[in-house]
């Protein structure tokens, strides 16, 4: 093998100026600024040049000043660092937070990242279960009975997590709900706000959470792998508390995370993503938009009605019945959006799917749709 390594050579993305609807991507999209920063810093350990002991502490270029003041206000957290990304943060929570053998209460539609945390951290989680389609919704009280069920068993609660919104349906749980059951019983609640921080105005005192987690990849219009964690003094002190080996370095951290071109996209995409938080009533405008005229075309809106995100799950019986019948059977729409230069929809699936309109133009979105309807109205359904 390793004499026939030329193919690593040249690396072309063929999706490169295609429509791409996956809601993983939309938002980790860099801004202009960001590409060029991505350049002038690509070499590892780049942002190291000034360094005195913590990537935190760096002045130039102004990490210290961003993470130190600008984050916190931005997440409304008094501490905040930067992580690998929202696992790495709720990872770092749980393990700092929780003791040994307790029980994580989380929402029933939590990401699996959140499950494997736990299982790593060593600790067990209790689902406040979701409801039945079409809705899927989380009822805050569901919370409270969860934490009754773990304290009946004896067990004790270390956590609460609420995903917001969650990642499959693009559900928004009322979060002061949860935080006052939580607080209640003195339990720490955790925000995974992997597809709002960034995207939409949101921050740990408004949602009333403890910490508060946000994945830059995914909703900071940051090369990843990379994510923010911010916490109230109180959590802080525990989850960023230092080394006894190493007195000046952050243990739950290993010393520092982020140490290249990662964290200077987060900081040269930031002025933008502040300003499109702003404006996030519109992206919902949008997306409700888009996913009526999805309807219209036989595919159904799953979650929240009306909803309140850009990440949408839709059932399309439609689709599934032409791909019954269809050349390349269940390939074929992944197929067909393609050759119009549509992707973000995986391969093989049709009749249920997600899909996101985030920081998309109209026209494109418009696109999409014709394509939809062109697809449909042109296979013989089974
Ligand atoms: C994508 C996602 C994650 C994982 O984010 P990373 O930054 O890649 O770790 C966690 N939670 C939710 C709800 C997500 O959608």
């Not at 960034?198 to 995914?218: C, E, F, N, T, Y």
């Amino acid at each position: 093998m390793l004499d026939n390594l030329d193919k690593f050579r040249c690396l072309k993305r063929s999706t490169t100026g295609a429509i791409n609807i996956d809601p993983l991507q939309r938002g980790g999209v860099l801004t202009p600024e960001a590409r060029e920063a991505m350049m002038e810093w690509a070499d590892g350990y780049s942002v190291c040049d000034f360094c005195t002991g913590s990537l935190e502490g760096i002045e130039n270029p102004p990490i210290k000043e961003f993470v130190h003041q600008v984050l916190p206000e931005f997440l409304e957290a008094d501490q905040v660092r930067i992580t690998h990304g929202a696992r790495e943060g709720i990872f770092a929570a749980m393990h700092a937070l929780c003791g040994a053998g307790e029980t994580v209460v989380a929402d029933g539609n939590a990401h699996y990242t959140t499950h494997l945390a736990a299982e790593l951290a060593g600790l067990k989680v209790e689902l406040v279960p979701a409801g039945e389609g079409p809705h899927y919704r989380v009822d805050p009280q569901g919370y409270q009975e969860a934490m009754e069920r773990v304290m009946g068993r004896g067990e004790r609660v270390g956590m609460a997590v609420l995903t917001y919104p969650d990642g499959n349906y693009g559900n928004l749980v009322e979060p002061k709900a949860v935080s006052e059951i939580c607080h209640d019983e003195a339990v720490p609640l955790v925000v995974n706000g992997a597809y709002s921080v960034g995207r939409m105005p949101v921050g740990a005192k408004s949602l009333g959470a403890d910490v508060i987690i946000g994945s830059g990849h995914k909703s900071m219009a940051s090369s990843g792998p990379i994510g923010v964690i911010g916490a109230t003094e109180e959590l802080g002190s525990r989850i960023f508390r230092r080394s006894k080996l190493v007195p000046n370095k952050e243990l739950e951290m290993l010393g520092c995370t982020l140490r290249g071109a990662g964290i200077m996209t987060m900081m040269a995409s930031f002025p933008a993503v502040v300003a499109r938080t702003k404006l996030w009533d519109e992206e919902v405008e949008k997306a409700r938009w888009f996913a009526g005229e999805m309807e219209k075309l036989g595919m159904d809106l799953m979650g929240d009605r009306p909803h309140g995100h850009d990440l949408m799950f839709f059932k399309s019986q439609v689709l599934y019945e032409i791909s019954k019948t269809a050349k390349k059977g269940r390939y074929f729409l992944y197929r067909e959006l393609k050759k119009r230069d549509i992707f973000g929809i995986k391969p093989g699936l049709t009749r249920q799917f997600k899909l996101s309109c985030y920081q998309l133009p109209r026209e494109d979105l418009k696109a999409v749709i014709s394509a939809f309807e062109e697809i449909i109205s042109s296979h013989p359904k089974a």
